[in-house]
């Protein structure tokens, strides 16, 4: 089960600061999750340029050029922000009983820990 999932809200941990070009300290959301690398790309973090071959598409018009786009980072470089303290947290798993429709059923949920001080 992976601690981070697409659309959640994440800070980044380590790297340069933003005076020295870096991203630590920007938070962002979870665009994707590549699970294989154990990497995510995060909404506003770590963009890179990319050069495009020029081509033309069907109707006649020309394509290519620089982009710049989110590149991954790997998943120990981030963490999840605590929704009432927006500030990076750990986060624990509880198993609650829950009812819909008179069923009851046994549903892992995650959780933000208690954090003292900033990861």
């Given at each position: 089960m992976a601690n981070?999932?697409?659309?959640?809200?994440?800070?980044?941990?380590s790297g340069p600061k933003p005076e020295r070009g870096g991203d630590r300290g920007k938070q962002g959301k979870v665009l994707e999750v590549l699970v294989e690398q154990d990497r995510v790309i995060v909404e506003g973090v770590n963009y890179v340029t990319k050069h495009n071959r020029v081509g033309q598409s069907q109707r006649?018009?020309?394509?290519?050029?620089?982009e710049t786009m989110e590149a991954p980072i790997h998943i120990s470089n981030v963490?999840?922000?605590d929704p009432e303290t927006k500030k990076p947290t750990?986060?624990?798993r509880r198993v609650e009983e829950q009812t819909k429709d008179g069923v009851k059923r046994t549903v892992r949920v995650r959780f933000a820990k208690k954090s003292g001080k900033d990861l």
């Open positions: 981070i999932k697409k659309g959640d809200l994440v800070q980044v941990i006649g018009s020309k394509t290519g050029g620089i963490a999840l922000v750990r986060i624990g």
